[in-house]
């Protein structure tokens, strides 16, 4: 079992930053292949980014791209998301996922591509962590 604790979520003004964090523990392998999901209200879950933790590659939405930034932090086993030049369509509960998605393959489409498939079954998901962002 792995687990998947996010924060740093909370409120920011559009233009505005926030960073988020993921603290994996648990059955974690050295490496992996991790992203973030985020669902607004009555929408469904899309994936933002994703990264191979041992020196892979990040990927992100085009919705996201040239804002946000996927990385893993100096903590092992900590991914972070750090997002600027907040809007306010980026408001929604961000999720942290663990899958064992190889290294080659650890795209944020394949992310999605799975999520669409399996649903939550699709690797191990945290509690996630609301982000507003006001106009």
């Known amino acids: 079992q792995v687990q998947l604790v996010e924060s740093g979520g909370g409120s920011a003004q559009a233009g505005g930053s926030l960073r988020l964090s993921c603290s994996a523990s648990?059955?974690?392998?050295?490496?992996?292949?991790m992203g973030w999901f985020r669902q607004a209200p009555g929408k469904e879950r899309e994936g933002v980014a994703a990264?191979?933790?041992?020196?892979?590659?990040?990927s992100y939405a085009d919705s996201v791209k040239g804002r946000f930034t996927i990385s893993q932090a100096d903590t092992k086993n900590t991914l972070t998301l750090q997002m600027n030049s907040l809007k306010p369509e980026d408001t929604g509960m961000y999720y942290c996922?663990?899958?064992?998605?190889?290294?080659?393959?650890?795209?944020?489409?394949?992310?999605?591509?799975?999520?669409?498939?399996?649903?939550?079954?699709?690797?191990?998901w945290g509690q996630g962590t609301q982000v507003t962002v006001s106009s």
């Open positions: 990264l191979y933790t041992a020196g892979g590659s990040a």
């Open positions: 996922v663990v899958s064992e998605v190889r290294a080659q393959i650890c795209f944020v489409t394949t992310m999605v591509s799975l999520y669409s498939a399996r649903g939550s079954a699709f690797g191990y």
């Open positions: 648990g059955d974690i392998y050295d490496s992996y292949c």
